[in-house]
């Protein structure tokens, strides 16, 4: 047999030093690889987000074969014979043959939507996740005006989208879209008419939003994102305080290999997951709505859930009409003040919120532990407070549907929604700020006196008393001496271990053993025995 | 400082010779994060090799990747040889989405737990801590590099040549322009063109030829099309005006009730609009006056308009004036009358601005 010339065991090998001999990624690469992230469900919220971003640009691209981004009119001739016949938009028509026409079309289409809402979803809920747990402190401030940024070009990015097909829903949304534009005093109609080529709607537009929708809004987000994600890199992710956690360090996994496939296998669940949705919730059934008639309009018109907060703010504002009686007199309408104002402001306190806080508390360290929300009762109450005000606007941006389903008058819901915008956020602050005062509260009790057994034992003077098993060693007041540290305190018995031991269930184990009272996910920490002088100071490194 | 002691401690470790005969390879991977400043503190096993909980996990995990593999096939099946062509009445083409959102759906989250399981249960769980490094910004470095940044400002010399600076920015602001232009030039279009704003489909054309309200279908109305306390959505009789082109024209033709006509007239005296009406009949813009939307939805009861985007109301027999909602201003009347032939025409144009507000509406 002749001698086989080419070692194959040792090809990757070979090739490896080859490459290193070229690029000197030896290092770099050990480093990528080495990195430390910290855990906690939380963490993933953004993923969501970033994943559900690369399956809108996977299924947006197979769109992009088949829809046809013009105005001409086209008589519809395809297989949906109610619509047979009916003059429409080439845009809209080609949205009627990716439904009908191609074959696995609609559930593109679909999971696109689907995903849209998705990722703003997730964009939300992890905004939320930041700010409560005060993330976005210094040096986070820039991550965090990119990611507010990234709400506003995502929320640009789904109503262009949505309003691509042309059908009778997105042409009412472009409809109002133009008179938000020419609400705006002093260039309102020039900015209308410019962008709609004309009078609305002219015959342009589709084409204009197309391109902004497939390419130039598409490239500012994935700019955006990647500076987001390759500022959480640079600047390492936050952590929650706990054994071994500080200000200076990172605790938590290598991101490799363990990390990445948890990573990866999420990807696959959150792509699972809209495909899911796609395939068996209908969402967007264009050809139900016809295609867009400047006079068809039927009740229940509702944009996307994520721009219905500024239809209700619409819907809630007031007839107040400003006239400027300067030569033939001038105007702005009630609806500039909700569609225009108040979104400006919405983005500025978001963008400055860092910046307002570190100044109100003086407080210009750089921090990378987490805060729980209760620990910082102002903040949380004030993000309760928002929270509110965006609740009772999205509501009444459906105040019709439920006025229609729960039989109310649907006067009677503006004026809830009115009074409602005023009166909950302060109430949702005060109830915040008293939730978290009394769970603060609770933390010291429980470190203080120990965790309620549930066992009540009777004194020889007849009085019961409920035992308390204590945390730590006690004084002679009984009172324990653990500080607290910013991170969960245990309040039950079985926190601590107190079951017995697992007995194995035909699924599941009946009763599972509870790891020690650390952060979820981690056994405790050890010292690293020759440093352990060294961490133990490291808390007030910096 | 600790900064330092930690520093000296990792700098003046003696580095592990990697060659070193009897080193595992996790002994050289521990060694490679403490490079990278990294200390792994707690790695262990979450199943012992060979045991019944292993091999239960692998077969698990292969489970997941051999179900994702079978409804994967399922997923090509349905999508090459199932019915999906739209046929009214069919049915079956009904399930082919369905079909392949929860082949599609099942396949990914069976790779997606699969993947899961094998790096969450059968990878060993570790903690590592590693070094933030952000207090070793050193004060000297900042100064080095500003030092260095200023040492190029000085090297162009604009403070001593200032003729450069100010040419430069005179020479350079134009190009920006330039670039700035054509997108500008381009896109901007006056609004005021023709007068669009304030124009609609049903102003006479050159000849004074006054136009006909037409129905959806282009067909000319009388009077007796319309029952009393009944509504009809017209449009100019000219060409293109049951289109988008006229987006400003749509109208709603309202027959009121003998008492409701008479209400409208008085109103429709009270500010000099008291020939617009004909008969009981009156006619008002469908386009709201305050985002667009048609105004279509019509109470007969109340003689209420409600524009469903944003429900503002408009109470018909008081000149359309806004009652309630978010609404500013009335929607403009169309003066109608009937013509020779017993169709319904507009006298003029309408006298007020179509649609919603801006700046400039006198």
Redesign the interface.
């Given at each position: 047999m002749k001698r086989r010339k080419f070692d194959l065991a040792a090809a990757p090998g070979k090739a490896a030093v080859g490459l290193d001999d070229r690029f000197q990624v030896a290092t770099p690469l050990?480093?990528l690889l080495?990195?430390?992230f910290p855990d906690h469900w939380s963490f993933l919220l953004g993923e969501i987000a970033l994943f559900s971003f690369i399956v809108l640009l996977l299924t947006g691209t197979f769109l992009t074969f088949f829809f046809e981004p013009s105005m001409t009119?086209v008589v519809y001739d395809g297989?949906?014979?109610p619509l047979r016949g009916t003059?429409m938009s080439a845009a809209y028509a080609s949205s009627l043959d990716l439904s009908?026409e191609v074959?696995?079309g609609?559930?593109m289409r679909?999971m696109h939507h689907w995903a849209a809402l998705l990722f703003m979803a997730a964009i939300v809920v992890h905004m939320l996740r930041v700010f409560f747990t005060g993330a976005f402190r210094k040096?986070r401030e820039t991550n965090w005006i990119i990611g507010s940024l990234l709400f506003w070009v995502g929320f640009l990015a789904g109503f262009t989208g949505y309003s691509l097909p042309d059908d009778g829903l997105s042409?009412?949304g472009l409809?109002?879209a133009?008179?938000?534009m020419?609400?705006?005093?002093?260039?309102?109609?020039?900015l209308?008419?410019?962008?709609?080529?004309?009078?609305?709607?002219g015959t342009i537009i589709i084409s204009r939003f197309f391109i902004a929708h497939v390419l130039l809004i598409p490239a500012l987000l994935l700019a955006l994102i990647s500076v987001h994600l390759g500022l959480v890199f640079k600047q390492?992710h936050t952590q929650w305080p706990g054994p071994?956690r500080t200000?200076?360090?990172?605790?938590?996994?290598?991101m490799f290999?363990?990390y990445a496939?948890?990573q990866?296998?999420?990807?696959?669940?959150v792509?699972?997951?809209?495909?899911?949705?796609?395939?068996?919730f209908q969402i967007n059934p264009i050809w139900l709505f016809g295609p867009?008639?400047?006079?068809?309009?039927?009740?229940?018109?509702q944009p996307d859930w994520y721009v219905m907060f500024l239809?209700g703010s619409?819907?809630?504002?007031?007839?107040?009409?400003i006239n400027i009686p300067l030569g033939?007199?001038?105007?702005?309408?009630?609806?500039f003040w909700?569609t225009v104002v108040l979104p400006g402001i919405l983005v500025g306190l978001s963008t400055l919120y860092p910046f307002l806080e570190a100044r109100h508390l003086k407080d210009y360290r750089?921090h990378?532990l987490l805060q729980r929300p209760r620990d910082v009762p102002a903040r949380t109450a004030v993000g309760a407070m928002a929270v509110a005000f965006y609740l009772v606007l999205t509501l009444s941006g459906a105040?019709?549907v439920i006025a229609d389903k729960f039989q109310i008058s649907?006067?009677a819901m503006?004026w809830a929604g009115r009074v409602g915008l005023l009166v909950l956020p302060p109430l949702a602050y005060y109830v915040t700020y008293r939730l978290c005062l009394g769970l603060q509260q609770h933390d010291r009790e429980v470190l203080a006196h120990g965790v309620e057994t549930g066992i009540i034992r009777r004194l020889p003077d007849g009085k019961f008393v409920e035992v308390h098993q204590p945390l730590s060693a006690q004084d002679h007041d009984g009172h324990g001496a653990l500080e607290y540290t910013g991170w969960v305190v245990p309040k039950k018995m079985n926190r601590l271990g107190a079951l017995g031991p697992a007995i194995r269930g035909f699924f599941y184990p009946i009763e599972k053993p509870v790891e020690a009272p650390v952060s979820p996910g981690?056994?405790p920490?050890?010292?690293?025995p020759?440093?352990a002088e060294?961490s133990s100071?490291?808390e007030?490194?910096? | 400082?600790?900064?330092h002691?930690?520093h000296q401690?990792q700098q003046g470790r003696e580095p592990l010779d990697v060659n070193t005969p009897g080193l595992t390879r996790f002994d050289i991977v521990r060694e490679?994060?403490r490079?990278?400043d990294?200390?792994?503190?707690?790695y262990?096993p979450q199943v012992a090799p060979g045991t019944k909980a292993e091999r239960r996990l692998v077969r698990l995990v292969a489970w997941f990747f051999l179900l994702s593999g079978l409804v994967g096939t399922a997923f090509l099946v349905v999508?090459i040889w199932w019915p999906?062509?739209?046929?009214?009445g069919r049915g079956s083409d009904k399930w082919?989405?369905?079909?392949?959102?929860?082949t599609?759906?099942?396949?990914?989250?069976?790779?997606?737990?699969?993947?899961?399981t094998?790096?969450?249960k059968l990878?060993?769980?570790?903690?590592?801590?590693?070094?933030?490094h952000?207090?070793a910004v050193s004060e000297d470095e900042r100064t080095v590099t500003g030092q260095t940044m200023l040492y190029m400002a000085d090297e162009l010399g604009v403070k001593r040549r200032p003729l450069l600076g100010i040419s430069l920015l005179a020479g350079l602001v134009p190009i920006g322009a330039v670039a700035a232009a054509p997108l500008v030039g381009g896109?901007?279009?006056?609004?005021?063109?023709n007068n669009?704003?304030f124009t609609t489909g049903f102003a006479p054309a050159e000849g004074g030829q006054r136009v006909r309200l037409v129905r959806e279908d282009g067909r000319p109305i009388r009077p007796s099309d319309i029952s009393a306390g009944g509504q009809l959505?017209v449009?100019p009789g000219i060409e293109h005006g049951i289109?988008?082109r006229?987006?400003?024209s749509?109208t709603l033709l309202i027959h009121l009730r003998d008492e409701d006509a008479q209400e409208s007239r008085q109103a429709n005296e009270r500010v000099g609009h008291g020939d617009y009406m004909w008969g009981n009949y009156a006619a008002f813009s469908?386009?709201c006056t305050?985002?667009?939307?048609?105004a279509?939805?019509y109470e007969q009861q109340t003689n209420r308009l409600l524009c469903?985007?944003?429900?503002?109301q408009f109470l018909i027999t008081d000149n359309a004036r806004?009652v309630?909602?978010?609404?500013?201003?009335r929607l403009p009347q169309l003066p109608i009358e009937v013509d020779s032939e017993g169709f319904f025409v507009a006298k003029s144009d309408y006298t007020e601005t179509i649609?919603?507000?801006?700046?400039?509406?006198?």
């Open positions: 050990r480093r080495n990195k430390v009119e297989s949906y014979a003059p009908f074959r696995g609609l559930i679909q040096p042409g009412t409809r109002i133009s008179a938000i020419l609400s705006i005093p002093v260039i309102g109609s020039w209308t008419s410019s962008i709609f080529g004309g009078e609305f709607p390492k071994g200000n200076g360090n990172v605790v938590g996994e290598r290999p363990r496939i948890k990866g296998g999420f990807f696959m669940i792509f699972g997951v809209i495909a899911l949705m796609g395939g068996l867009y008639e400047a006079w068809v309009v039927s009740a229940a018109s239809d619409t819907r809630l504002m007031p007839a107040w009409q033939d007199g001038y105007v702005i309408p009630p609806l909700p750089s990378n105040n019709d649907l006067n503006t981690h056994p920490v050890e010292p690293r020759e440093r060294i100071g490291s007030s490194r910096h | 400082m600790s900064t002691t930690e401690t490679g994060a490079r990278d990294i200390e792994i503190v707690h262990e999508y999906w062509e739209y046929a009214p082919f989405t369905p079909l392949l959102g929860v599609l759906g099942l396949s990914l989250l069976g790779v997606g737990f699969g993947i899961l094998w790096g969450k990878l060993p769980k570790e903690v590592s801590i590693q070094d933030r952000e207090g896109l901007i279009s006056n609004p005021h063109k669009q704003m959505t449009f289109s988008n006229h987006a400003d749509p469908k386009i305050h985002a667009g939307c048609p279509s939805l469903p985007c944003h429900q503002s806004p309630f909602g978010p609404a500013s201003r649609g919603p507000d801006f700046w400039e509406r006198p």
